[in-house]
């Protein structure tokens, strides 16, 4: 059986600026454990803790520009372009431009508090 889902859930965010996140598909919205699939709306200069999540992050941007820190490797997403973070691989998100960022988030299984693992340090 389909299922619609009229709204989103605006869920809190990590970081030192506040981000808008709208969970469609989730834990929280439609208490779906298997997939998450949110909105993101990060302003200029956000950044949250590095992380090393216990799930797969597919990320499409769909507006700006999100950088994303690996280990090895800082890689620049502009509109239209995607970027695929593995389970148990440290990462760290910021939209460091002018007009921040808007991007899709797709995590396999669902994106939990209890499952992402973010760095102690916080960022200011």
Known sequence: MAIKVEKPT???SAGNKPKVIEEYV???NTKTADVSIARMK???GWMEPGQKPEFDEYTVV???MLRVKTKTE???IRPGEAVIARKNEWVQYSTPDDDG???IAVCLPAFSPDTVHRDD???E
């Open 121 to 123: 340090n916080q960022v």
């Open 42 to 44: 990060s302003p200029a």
């Open 62 to 64: 769909l507006r700006g």
């Open 74 to 76: 800082i890689l620049e």
């Open 26 to 28: 989730g834990r929280v």
């Open 101 to 103: 960022a808007e991007y």
């Open 10 to 12: 605006i869920i809190e």
